[in-house]
């Protein structure tokens, strides 16, 4: 059976604790949760020991600091799926039993499969599972955002992409850039992946007001999430971001089209209701003509494509004669002249973003938003 016992403060602290965790209010955490009764599920919180090093040499702190990892630390970090085809295939193993760290963010789960290029996954041990006072299992839905009422009248460009590394985040950040730029708000969100700050840092260093992801949904991935969850995580996060202030959205979905659950958000009745525009991003121009015509069969939006292709002169060429959109390289998407070309006949809903007493409400709102990252 699964026994509760106490869980001193000051071991609590000495752990390096995830990134994945940061919603977590740890004065809740009182306890550690044993035995062979004890079963993880999908965003629940352990505490474990690090075994051997293997391609995670690094932890992701809350704090977004990449702090070095040693055999025998004590980390905090969350079960959880994973789907990375240039990384590693995990699940959340059914016991407590030895598995693996299978994302640097924090996320724990037993791997099954990884790309040649990686080193075997970094060893730990479970130790427990962290429980409350009552000895209830903390997991992050505890700490979800709760979802917004909104006609979200705000326009949203999502960045979707053919794969794992095509360039998304960076156009992403790049279309936050141009969108600042022009004097529009910009919130962004990572709506689908497996929790990291790295994407979160570099939309905000882009000039987003507000970035959000799915942890703050309650959720340490969203590989294996079902339609519902993934469509709550989407509301809960572009509400926040247009109660926060911003009049202008950018959403990344992570993985590729092929990818099970970016396909079933992308194809939902409620991504081609609120989606404003697509940007796709691709690292070829075979790939970028094949993610088009994807889009344009599933009566999307598609504004533009860019993605690590645009790095070549060539294949930039390539797709801009297979495809009927601009193909924008990175300074394209960061260029205000660009954004108003391109991007304004999808912006019918987008308010003002000049100085006046709706702008400063919205500013406002934008600063209380601030304590979301507390």
Aim: hydrophobic residues 45%.
């Amino acid at each position: 059976m699964a026994e509760a016992g106490p869980l001193e403060l000051s071991r609590l602290n000495r752990a390096k604790v995830a990134y994945a965790t940061h919603r977590v209010q740890f004065k809740d955490v009182q306890t550690l949760i044993m035995g062979d009764a004890a079963t993880p599920h999908a965003g629940d919180l352990l505490l474990a020991r690090v075994g051997r090093i293997g391609q995670h040499r690094r932890i992701e702190l809350r704090n977004g600091r990449r702090a070095i990892l040693f055999e025998g630390d004590e980390v905090v970090l969350c079960y959880g799926n994973r789907y990375a085809p240039d990384q590693f295939e995990a699940y959340v193993p059914g016991d407590l039993g030895p598995c693996h760290m299978a994302a640097a963010g924090g996320v724990a789960g037993r791997v099954v499969a990884a790309h040649a290029r990686m080193k075997p996954p970094t060893e730990i041990t479970p130790l427990g599972l962290l429980g409350d006072r009552h000895g209830k299992v903390v997991n992050l839905s505890r700490y979800a955002l709760r979802p917004r009422h909104s006609h979200l009248k705000t326009p949203i460009f999502a960045v979707v992409g053919t794969s794992m590394n095509a360039g998304k985040t960076t156009a992403a950040a790049s279309l936050v850039r141009g969108l600042s730029q022009a004097g529009y708000r910009v919130g962004a969100a990572k709506v689908t992946g497996t929790g990291a700050g790295g994407d979160v840092w570099h939309m905000t260093d882009a000039g987003a007001v507000m970035v959000l992801d799915f942890t703050y949904a309650g959720h340490a991935t969203t590989y294996l999430a079902d339609d519902a969850a993934l469509q709550e995580i989407f509301v809960t996060l572009t509400g926040e971001l247009e109660a926060g202030g911003a009049d202008a959205i950018v959403i990344e979905i992570a993985d590729g089209l092929n990818q099970t659950e970016t396909a079933r958000l992308a194809t939902s009745p409620l991504f081609r209701e609120r989606v404003s525009g697509v940007v796709f991003a691709a690292a070829d121009a075979m790939g970028a003509k094949a993610g088009y015509d994807w889009l344009v069969r599933h009566q999307l939006p598609v504004a533009a494509v860019s993605g690590l292709m645009t790095a070549s002169p060539l294949g930039t060429r390539e797709a801009a004669q297979t495809v009927a959109v601009p193909v924008l390289g990175l300074d394209d998407l960061a260029s205000p002249e660009r954004i108003e070309q391109v991007f304004r006949p999808f912006m019918s809903g987008l308010r003002a973003a000049r100085p006046g007493p709706q702008a400063r409400q919205a500013d406002a709102l934008a600063e209380a938003a601030v304590e979301l990252y507390a």
